[in-house]
């Protein structure tokens, strides 16, 4: 990966005006019309701020990123985007800098932004307060994650929209495998948002009942490298349904009008992504004033109506701007994820098993796919055409999506991936090879022999 720029060597004098430097998760789309909006601003040439220097750099190295640049004497300016659990580490680390007026007068402009914006949305806090009674950060844009249909595609196959995670999985989205499959999803080790996506389903349908559903779900689906490309091949007609994060649904429905971004009612999680001043930041008060500009409904609000962007705006007052009258779908989504509701998720839970949850998809679900997916497709023929009984297809999705059998290399005792051994083995996977390899290829192997023992027990039933 590329280097971010590194910040500057010493402040600079007040006449050569002033540069932010603000860490960041979010794209370049948003960082040119962030930079272009904000530089032709009223408040940036009071404040004489000349530059905005964004450094993308990784979410697991922000914090190292932070404390080195503070030992520098120079110290990054605001965090922007990455979502609430990468705030809450910052936070817990002591490296965000509490919103008070009395240290930095321009926190006051920060705090009036903060009374427009209400403090939850579908369960969700779009702020967080120190136990000192400050706020920490504050929630510049809301996502959710669901998936987006093409309603063209559904109509060609005659096929009804799905409205829970779990449709995704039916045997109705099965009928034109293998040969052309109709749902997409992307390899959890490429993409973030679907990682989280799978961890969604884990945590809204409970561990057992959670892989049998993301089993199925894979058997169903093309995986992709990247959660970009199951969401144009949503737009290209590719596949009937493909799971995205919100942004990447409603730049489907702008590009393609046939399609329509979904959130699963009551099993999604919406998230409010931050923005926070840093502690040790080089220029304190020209940092609020840009975060207050942020939340601001003239200001940075507009930035995410751009139509290569469709975010969410957190601040409701963008939609009485002129350009939030031109969004009125984005308007209607908003409303939409406020109505919907949401699961609570265990962020806590997630950083104990993410690592194990991600690699025991890639070997099960990914690696072996070429077995599932056709073993699968047998299975749903002979359901749909009624040459299996019901309970004959309950045993087959069984076997199917049964926790398969390997040996724990720590300990060299047989076990399957229940929760507790997610949690045990995570931080292994992620630190020592061998105990990765080994996993991962008895996981694989152990997936294939249960999809074709699975395909066995199918030919029995079926007598041939």
């Known amino acids: 990966t590329e280097q971010p720029p590194s910040p500057p060597e010493q402040p600079g004098q007040p006449q050569a005006g002033v540069t932010l430097y603000v860490i960041t998760r979010h794209e370049q789309t948003i960082q040119d019309v962030t930079r272009r909006l904000f530089l032709s601003s009223e408040v940036a040439k009071k404040y004489n701020i000349v530059n905005i220097v964004f450094l993308p750099v990784n979410a697991e190295q922000w914090p190292e990123y932070i404390r080195n640049a503070i030992a520098k004497g120079r110290g990054i300016d605001v965090a922007w985007g990455g979502g609430p659990t990468l705030f809450n580490l910052l936070d817990e680390q002591g490296l965000l800098e509490p919103i008070d007026e009395s240290k930095v007068p321009e926190f006051k402009l920060v705090l009036e932004e903060l009374e427009k914006i209400p403090p939850v949305i579908a369960g969700a806090p779009t702020y967080k307060v120190g136990s000192d009674g400050k706020v920490r950060w504050i929630g510049a844009s809301v996502s959710s994650f669901g998936f987006t249909v093409n309603r063209d595609i559904l109509a060609r196959y ?274 020592d090879p061998s105990v990765f390899q080994s996993l991962m290829n008895q996981w694989r192997e152990a997936a294939r022999a249960r999809y074709l023992s699975t395909q066995q027990l199918l030919k029995q039933m079926l007598g041939s």
């Open 158 to 431: 005659n096929l009804p929209t799905p409205q829970k995670w779990a449709d995704l999985g039916n045997t109705i989205y099965a009928r034109t495998l293998p040969a052309v499959p109709l749902v997409g999803i992307a390899d959890p080790t490429m993409s973030t948002s679907n990682l989280r996506m799978f961890e969604i389903i884990l945590q809204a349908y409970g561990w057992d009942r959670g892989w049998r559903t993301l089993t199925l779900i894979a058997a169903n689906a093309k995986v992709y490298s990247g959660s970009s490309d199951v969401r144009d091949a949503v737009i290209r007609g590719d596949i009937a349904v493909g799971t995205t994060i919100d942004f990447y649904g409603y730049t489907a429905q702008q590009q393609n009008p046939a399609c329509l971004y979904i959130i699963p009612s009551g099993e999604t999680i919406v998230n409010a992504d931050p923005i926070a001043v840093l502690k040790g930041a080089s220029h304190p008060r020209e940092a609020a004033v840009f975060v207050a500009w942020v939340l601001n409904e003239m200001g940075g609000q507009v930035v995410w109506l751009d139509p290569n962007i469709n975010r969410l705006p957190i601040n409701p007052k963008v939609f009485e701007t002129p350009e939030g009258a031109k969004r009125p779908d984005l308007r209607k989504a908003l409303e939409g994820v406020q109505r919907g509701g949401g699961i609570e998720f265990n962020e806590t839970l997630s950083t104990l098993w993410v690592t194990a949850v991600m690699y025991y998809f890639k070997a099960t679900l990914v690696d072996a796919h070429d077995d599932l997916q056709p073993v699968w497709a047998q299975i749903a023929k002979a359901y749909l055409e009624q040459r299996i009984t019901q309970e004959q297809f309950n045993r087959l999705v069984d076997s199917l999506t049964a926790p398969i059998t390997f040996t724990d290399p720590l300990t060299n005792t047989k076990t399957t991936f229940t929760l507790d051994y997610a949690i045990r083995i995570s931080k292994h996977l992620a630190q």
